[in-house]
């Protein structure tokens, strides 16, 4: 295993090293935007919006090469000359350096910035903060497994036993009898990264696991293996078959469009772009479409979660106020969620004010009217006072909301009913910390019953 540890460094080296020799091959006078990190933001969707971005400005695409393993080189000309856009999609760690060395312009991460790297890159800005943090996309992490496996359910726990090597055979998780075999990404992955930190936790990955650089090879391998179980975006599952998961306290969920949405899925993750503060005028533009209405249907056009806001069916609510608070009402894709306390909103939030206010103008949206659904969660002391907070964050949203002319109809608290997600963690604690906005035309409880 040291060998092999010891050539997999060698081999890195030498694909940056190669990188570095293709960078300085750009032809004279040709301008140039980097971006470096995340595979799964690197494989399709930065190559993808780079060219829906070019032709969004009329330039013309002269093609795309491969010069390394997950790298690739797109080359415009436009009315200034050649334009070249390199993608170095080589794991999220590796992309935080590239930024940090001004190699690069732009770092893709598929998780988000961590304290260290945020003090180790004091001297390019602070990258927590609007302006440097842009989340251009949203992904749940699946599980998956071969489409003819017959479990479509797990805990948390049990995906944790399965990937640490505890639980060895898939009769122990209500599967047919037979050695589980595990697939996993490469350590340099923002995609382990999340899985480590919302799955594994203390747990160490089972040394027999098979390590990815490539989502599509991972994909692929568990499709056609009936023993086999792996982690990768959504927008990678490929043949295989995604599975349903839960948490204590909490009902499977599968991640889809909705799920993914609003961030209930336990394995949610958010996509990021990190640039340094007042980036290049072109490397500003491209940030711009990646977050514009353009850039997110190619989001969605590849496979991962926009964040343009769609009314969406959702079952209804078992708790009965909850329900009836909803009563004629359709859920909107997206969440807005709280550290400690009320606390104020994230960079992510103060993007959704803006889309929601957009599209509440358009006309399909008249005569209809909001509805905000706050929660707590478990830890937040007695129910009294997680009823408080929960009524404190709903009307910290409506207040933003109302400053674009929102119309807001009803706005409560709920306390710590309904749960997403376990409250035995931090991650699952944030999480249940939430407003939800659900839609409805504007009378629709009085008919059906309700309360306005």
């Not at 080189?73 to 170095?88: A, E, I």
């Not at 098979?210 to 499709?223: G, H, I, K, M, P």
């Not at 806001?309 to 997206?334: K, S, T």
């Not at 008249?366 to 006072?385: K, N, Q, V």
Request: a positive charge.
């Amino acid at each position: 295993m040291r060998g092999l540890a010891v050539w997999r460094s060698v081999a890195v080296g030498l694909v940056l090293a190669m990188a570095w020799v293709v960078q300085a091959q750009a032809p004279a006078g040709t301008q140039r935007v980097c971006l470096s990190g995340s595979n799964t933001v690197g494989q399709r969707l930065a190559p993808e919006l780079a060219k829906a971005w070019a032709a969004q400005q009329g330039w013309r695409f002269d093609g795309q090469d491969t010069p390394a393993l997950d790298e690739s080189r797109l080359r415009f000309t436009t009315p200034k000359g050649l334009l070249v856009v390199d993608v170095l999609a080589h794991g999220t760690s590796t992309g935080f350096a590239a930024l940090r060395d001004g190699d690069c312009d732009l770092w893709m991460a598929s998780r988000a910035v961590r304290e260290e790297e945020v003090q180790g890159a004091r001297l390019i800005g602070p990258l927590y903060e609007k302006g440097l943090e842009h989340v251009i996309a949203l992904d749940g992490l699946s599980v998956i497994v071969h489409p003819g496996n017959r479990v479509s359910t797990l805990t948390v726990e049990q995906v944790r036993a399965l990937f640490s090597g505890r639980v060895r055979d898939w009769s122990q998780v209500g599967g047919a009898p037979g050695p589980v075999v595990l697939h996993a990404r490469d350590d340099r992955s923002g995609t382990f990264d999340t899985f480590r930190s919302l799955v594994m936790g203390e747990a160490a990955l089972s040394a027999a696991a098979a390590r990815y650089e490539s989502t599509e090879q991972l994909a692929a391998a568990v499709a056609a293996d009936p023993q086999a179980i792996g982690f990768v975006g959504l927008a990678g599952v490929g043949r295989a078959k995604p599975l349903a998961l839960s948490e204590r306290g909490t009902v499977p969920m599968a991640p889809t469009a909705l799920s993914v949405a609003t961030e209930d899925y336990v394995l949610a993750r958010r996509l990021f772009l990190y640039s340094a503060a007042r980036p290049r005028a072109e490397v500003q533009a491209l940030i711009d479409f990646a977050l514009g209405p353009s850039g997110q249907q190619v989001v969605a056009d590849v496979g991962f979660v926009p964040q343009d806001i769609r009314a969406l069916d959702q079952r209804a609510p078992e708790h009965q106020d909850y329900r009836a608070l909803v009563a004629g009402a359709r859920r909107l894709g997206l969440n807005f969620r709280f550290g400690e306390g009320a606390a104020v909103l994230d960079n992510k939030a103060v993007e959704d004010i803006e889309r929601l206010a957009r599209f509440m103008a358009a006309p399909r949206q008249g005569g209809h009217e909001l509805l905000l659904i706050g929660f707590a969660d478990r830890s937040e002391t007695t129910p009294y006072l997680a009823l408080s907070l929960s009524n404190d964050r709903v009307d910290l949203v409506a207040a933003e909301l109302r400053t674009k002319g929102l119309r807001v109809a009803r706005q409560r608290g709920l306390g710590q009913i309904a749960p997403v997600a376990s409250n035995d963690t931090l991650q699952g604690r944030l999480r249940n910390r939430r407003v939800e906005v659900w839609i409805r035309p504007v009378g629709a409880a009085n008919a059906v019953g309700g309360q306005r």
